[in-house]
């Protein structure tokens, strides 16, 4: 198990996401959380690269300054809709065109975990199809009100209000959270030898 696997290690989540504390909480772990820096503006069309790029340099970022035995773990989540790749929006504006755009359709969540230790990283990804609801103009409004969307890839949270939304998700339910479980065990277990 996770926390079985990282006895005694020292952990590092190379993330600010709320979200992701909450996960590694929920998994009885004590994590140093030291955000990456990096610059997220990346030209990578296709999306699981995408989220494997971004997560690998978070994670590689942070553990060129930590000790060899810290287990550092970075991610990056994204929503992918017609072809085009929906990140934190912008503004308002931008999450209720985001939102109008998922309304009454499917799209594809992905999720890039890299995690470094002993100097060499691992990073894969997670892909979960989710299928929203047909939105009103005014549940979309409502909702951009509550501020949920303004951190969140494709303006939504499938932990919050915006539950509301999803008729149904297709994979794992962590993945659309932002930070896959059972795929960060199974890397883990690669790691961790």
């Known amino acids: 198990m996770v926390h079985t696997l990282l006895l005694n290690k020292k952990v590092i989540l190379a993330s600010s996401s709320p979200r992701r504390k909450q996960i590694f909480k929920m998994l009885g772990l ?3 959380h030291k955000p990456a820096e990096i610059d ?12 494997m790029t971004l997560a690998a340099e978070k994670a590689s970022q942070i553990a060129k300054v930590m000790d060899a035995d810290c287990v550092v773990v970075g991610a990056d989540t994204i ?3 017609e072809k085009k790749i929906l990140v934190k929006p912008d503004n308002r504006f931008q999450a209720a065109d985001y939102l109008t755009h998922l309304s009454g359709k499917s ?3 992905y999720t890039g975990i890299s ?8 990073t894969d990804y997670e892909r979960t199809l989710v299928t929203f609801k047909t939105l009103t103009a005014q549940e979309i409004c409502e909702y951009i009100e509550t501020a949920e969307p303004d951190d969140k890839a494709g303006a939504y949270g499938i932990q ?3 539950s509301q939304f999803i008729i149904k998700i297709n994979g794992c339910y962590f993945n ?4 896959p479980v059972n795929k960060f065990y199974q890397l883990l277990q690669k790691v961790i030898t």
């Open 30 to 32: 004590k994590v140093l």
């Open 40 to 51: 997220e503006n990346i030209d990578i069309k296709n999306p699981s690269k995408h989220v």
């Open 79 to 81: 929503v992918f809709y």
């Open 107 to 109: 799209h594809y969540v």
């Open 115 to 122: 995690i470094c230790h002993q100097r060499k990283c691992f």
């Open 160 to 162: 919050g209000y915006g």
């Open 176 to 179: 659309v959270m932002g930070f």
